[in-house]
């Protein structure tokens, strides 16, 4: 790659790791995870040395790459998914908002 693309593919991946946090953060206070800052800093930091490895002159394997990309996001959709979801134990008698779910009412359908 010449000396323009490279430029021009580091600026296209600033602009797209500012956004995956920016999108990160807004969601975080939107659904009430703690530390939305720190959540989006994550997304970032993962998704910044994953374009900073790609336009390396190392050999880095792609799959790799993919692995960093893909780890600050489901970092971030494990954490959302507890904040969603309430503490109620789980009704191994149903589904999750199912016909039978008593996780609402309290009562459980036998």
Do not use: C, K
């Amino acid at each position: 790659m010449s000396f323009l693309q490279v430029g021009a593919v580091a600026l296209f991946g600033i602009a797209v790791v500012l956004g995956a946090a920016a999108v990160v953060y807004r969601d975080a206070t939107r659904v009430g995870v703690s530390r939305p800052t720190v959540w989006a800093g994550i997304v970032a930091i993962a998704w910044g040395s994953a374009l900073g490895l790609y336009l390396a002159p190392l050999a880095v394997p792609i799959p790799g790459l993919l692995v960093m990309v893909v780890g600050g996001p489901a970092l971030y959709l494990f954490e959302r998914d507890d904040v969603t979801h309430n503490d109620d134990s789980a009704d191994p008698f149903s589904l999750p908002d199912g016909p039978g779910d008593s996780s609402s009412d309290g009562n459980r359908d036998e």
